[in-house]
């Protein structure tokens, strides 16, 4: 089921959900009625209807119905129904919702309840694959890819602004939104699939009505719960089950076309001819007609036009069920121009005609693009580019089978360090798909023999330039290999000195199944693992932790208890917190009792800026010498939830947040001082990139940077977020423990890798989890050097 609203990047602001547990498009929203209870009402409660038009039982446990109203700015999140049960092929689930004030007749026994009150007229209702209430609405607030990969199915109706292609019919207090052939219609279309009229409610007590032939495929229809960058040539429009000719009378290769595809594409990024049936010939240089594939296939003219402005390529949403056809055929395509998501194509295709063989030679192209220009004049046109690109961006390799590379070099955040152009970071970049609509597929591309990982390179990527959900792709029709030019480090570099001093984000370890960390004991114990690898790996003296479940010593106490078993008893001891604040999570810290002392108690700030507060400890090593201050910090993440005045993004890179982490920073200054705290060395996750105004206010009190002095700015990055390295993880000395630095290093072991790599068991193939450092965390950590001996 195809969204046909804009879906914009949101970017700090997305909301992190739960991935989906169930096949994309297998349940639907089979009816929608929102005028119980009022005047002339048949029911006195609104409801939902759900059907799963699948061959297979789906779970409905932790999905939910969300409502927005049609052209309002409130988000689906605040209006949201709990699911429960499974549902089995062909059946019926009824959501019963809010009752008006005119009592009429009951609902039949619903199999879920809420209090939802839905327009009688018109509004937006969406069934979402997750518990968590989504913030957007798909109009004021567009729904980000993160968001839109959670809707399994989306009816707008009326007057609304986010829909399946076009709205459902607008609806009355006696009319209901009816999913047409018994739940079963799936054009993708809600004005297609929907009819108004006499409210029928139906529950898992009705009888089953199985949708005829075989089970339809996520494929079939394309669904917004599949992933916001799938392959997005999938159409509205159904392919039919046969191939008419165009002509009773003549032989469909005699049949000439009547246009050539650059007369389709146009000079502009829509066609001049949408709507209008034509028919053109090419040939194929794209082959991704399978269902689990685009269901379609991309052809490109022989003769092009030579015009500048115009591509020469275009696909047809027509399945191998249709018509076969493979790289190299010579095609008559008719079919109706269709501007899908931004796609030029040709939907629904009526007749494919394959009348010889051709060759098309790749257009060579080079990254960066020009400034001012897109891509829209090689819209899917077979291209090649010849020159070495780096890996950026591989968060989404496991769940859609998409990188991002870039020419180069590696992509930095703007605010992370000077002379970062954000514009030329998107002009020398270019998303590759894999052809496929499968999420989370049981192939990875790019992992054998080893999994590719930031920094690695390729050349001479070969493949059709095509566009969807706002960012152009290529779709691989030669295999790509990428060659390991940023090797991993099984050590962190060497730092020197007397005492070592490590950072680590444990990413939420929690010893709390089904919180924010591990799910099941076997997921927390394969993340344990993972974070004991990186600590012994460190072989710090000193390790300020964050994102450690805020439940006594219990969570903290687990990672020592582990080490020790693997390091030897009693190598580290776990620090209290006398003030960890409220928050689920907090900052901790171990140490080494045969390396250093603690001198003095263990302390904190009651200052309420601090959501997380800070860890302080004085330290000495055990054989004498000078003392320094750690200082473990997690300041304000950027999400941009309830961010209000100062804190609200003000547009310059730093995200939400960003007035409270300069008021986070101060504070910090200010306990060095009050407390007069000696040698401080502030660690941990500032959520600050390097040149924002947190880590500018520290370095302006008197702090300086250890990673900015000691590591070169190529491998200064701590963190990977929307393709783009930088610094969130910190480190800051003062002046007196400065001279007494011999060096500083990020272990990139983290934010390089794949997140399929992590602890989690959900989707990420068994054969490549391994109890190594090496994806232990989002965050990678730091190690600092110290020498301690001798007097001040």
């Not at 002509?247 to 246009?259: E, F, G, I, K, L």
């Not at 597929?441 to 992992?447: G, N, R």
């Not at 960012?471 to 691989?476: I, L, S």
């Not at 630095?741 to 068994?766: C, K, M």
């Amino acid at each position: 089921m195809a969204l046909s609203a804009v879906l914009a990047t949101v970017g700090l602001t997305v909301v992190s959900l739960t991935p989906a547990s169930a096949d994309p498009g297998t349940v639907v929203i089979s009816q929608v009625y929102g005028g119980g209870g009022n005047a002339g009402a048949p029911y006195t409660n609104d409801f939902v209807e759900l059907f799963n038009r699948s061959g297979a039982t789906v779970s409905l446990d932790g999905w939910s119905v969300q409502y927005a109203s049609a052209t309002g700015t409130g988000a689906f999140g605040a209006n949201k129904v709990g699911l429960t049960g499974g549902l089995a092929p062909g059946q019926y689930y009824l959501v019963q919702l809010g009752a008006g004030t005119t009592p009429s007749g009951p609902l039949p026994p619903a199999d879920a309840t809420g209090n939802l009150a839905l327009s009688a007229t018109a509004g937006k209702v969406a069934l979402v694959r997750s518990a968590d209430g989504l913030a957007c609405n798909g109009g004021s607030t567009p729904c980000a890819p993160e968001q839109t990969a959670q809707i399994a199915d989306l009816v707008g109706y009326g007057t609304a602004n986010y829909f399946e292609g076009a709205p459902a019919p607008a609806l009355t207090n006696a009319t209901a939104a009816l999913r047409l052939d018994g739940g079963c219609a799936d054009t993708d279309v809600n004005a297609a699939d929907f009819a108004a009229g006499a409210p029928a409610p139906r529950t898992t007590a009705t009888a089953p009505a199985p949708c005829g032939g075989p089970s339809p495929s996520p494929s079939d229809s394309p669904s917004p719960s599949a992933s916001p960058t799938v392959s997005p040539s999938a159409s509205p429009s159904v392919s039919p089950s046969a191939s008419p000719s165009p002509s009773p009378t003549a032989a469909p290769c005699d049949v000439p076309a009547d246009h050539q595809i650059a007369e389709v594409q146009g000079a502009g990024d829509a066609s001049p001819l949408a709507g209008q049936t034509v028919r053109v010939e090419g040939v194929v240089t794209g082959d991704f007609q399978r269902s689990d594939q685009q269901s379609g296939f991309y052809f490109q003219d022989q003769t092009p036009d030579a015009h500048p402005a115009t591509s020469d390529g275009l696909f047809a949403y027509a399945k191998d069920t249709f018509r076969n056809v493979g790289v190299g055929d010579r095609v008559l395509v008719t079919g109706k121009v269709t501007e899908f998501n931004g796609l030029t194509e040709l939907s629904p295709v009526t007749a494919v005609d394959v009348c010889g063989t051709g060759k098309i030679k790749p257009v060579a192209v080079k990254l960066p693009r020009a400034a001012g220009t897109t891509f829209e004049p090689l819209e899917n046109m077979l291209v090649t580019f010849r020159q070495r690109l780096t890996l950026t961006d591989h968060y989404n390799l496991g769940r859609y089978g998409e990188v991002t590379v870039s020419s180069g070099g590696r992509t930095f955040q703007p605010t992370d360090r000077p002379g970062v152009d954000a514009a030329l970071n998107a002009r020398r970049s270019m998303l590759i798909d894999d052809g496929s609509n499968v999420q989370n597929p049981a192939v990875i591309p790019y992992t054998t023999p080893q999994v590719a990982r930031l920094g690695d390179t390729t050349t001479g990527v070969t493949g059709v330039l095509t566009y969807g959900f706002d960012v152009y792709r290529v779709e691989p029709t030669q295999q790509i290999a990428f060659k390991r030019a940023n090797p991993r480090r099984p050590a962190p570099p060497k730092v020197g000195g007397d005492v070592r001093v490590a950072g680590l984000n444990t990413l939420n370890w929690f010893t709390t199944l089904g919180s924010r960390g591990a799910d099941t004991a076997e997921e927390q114990r394969r993340q344990l693992a993972k974070i004991v690898a990186t600590v012994k790996g460190l072989d710090a003296d000193v390790v300020g932790l964050m994102e450690v479940e805020n439940n006594g010593q219990t969570a903290l106490q687990a990672i020592v208890d582990e080490l020790n078993a693997q390091v030897g008893a009693g190598t580290y001891a776990a620090l209290g917190h006398p003030y960890p604040g409220s928050d689920a999570i907090r900052v901790a810290a171990i140490y080494k009792p045969a390396r250093v002392t603690p001198v003095g108690e263990t302390r904190s700030s009651t200052d309420p800026v601090f959501r997380r507060p800070p860890l302080i400890q004085e330290f000495r090593r055990a054989r004498g010498g000078q003392s320094f201050t750690l200082i473990v910090n997690h300041f304000k993440s950027k999400g941009c939830d309830g961010a209000a005045g100062a804190d609200l993004d003000q547009g310059d890179g730093q995200s939400c947040f960003n007035d409270e982490r300069v008021r986070q920073a101060k504070a910090v200054l200010g306990l060095i001082s009050s407390m007069n705290l000696p040698n401080p060395l502030v660690m941990g996750d500032l959520n600050a990139y390097g040149e924002e105004d947190p880590i500018h206010t520290l370095e302006s009190g008197g702090l300086t940077s250890l990673t900015k002095k000691f590591i070169p700015r190529r491998d200064r990055y701590s963190y990977l977020f929307d393709g783009l390295s930088g610094e969130l993880d910190h480190a800051l000395a003062g002046h007196g423990l400065l001279k007494r630095v011999t060096g500083a290093a990020i272990w990139h072991v983290n934010s390089d890798e794949a997140r399929i790599l992590d602890y989690n068991t959900e989707f990420n193939p068994p054969a490549l989890y391994a109890p190594d450092a090496f994806r232990s965390s989002d965050h990678d950590p730091l190690l600092i050097g110290l020498d301690l001996s001798g007097g001040k």
